[in-house]
């Protein structure tokens, strides 16, 4: 993973304020968007926390950041659904 421990802190501080248990709990039961188009549920309710947080543009706006390394990263801060 190519994401420095300040950035990596950064995303978990905005990505764990949003990952509550009716949050889970509305994805865990499909009551979220497109929902019956997901193949990946996990990965999906990972990539909507990024996307609905505040750390979302410093990730898009640093270009030697791919989405693998965003993902990895995304994985050891949110447990699975």
């Known amino acids: ?6 950035l990596l802190a950064t995303l978990e501080k905005s990505i764990l304020r949003l990952d509550t248990e009716d949050r889970r709990n509305r994805y865990r039961n499909g009551m979220f968007y497109n929902s ?3 193949k990946d549920l996990d990965k999906r309710y990972r990539w909507d926390l990024l996307w609905d947080s505040d750390a979302y543009r410093l990730f898009t706006n640093n270009r030697s ?4 390394h965003i993902d990895t990263a995304l994985k050891r801060t949110v447990k699975p659904l």
């Open 36 to 38: 019956s188009a997901v």
């Open 1 to 6: 993973m190519k994401i420095k421990a300040e």
């Open 65 to 68: 950041i791919n989405d693998s």
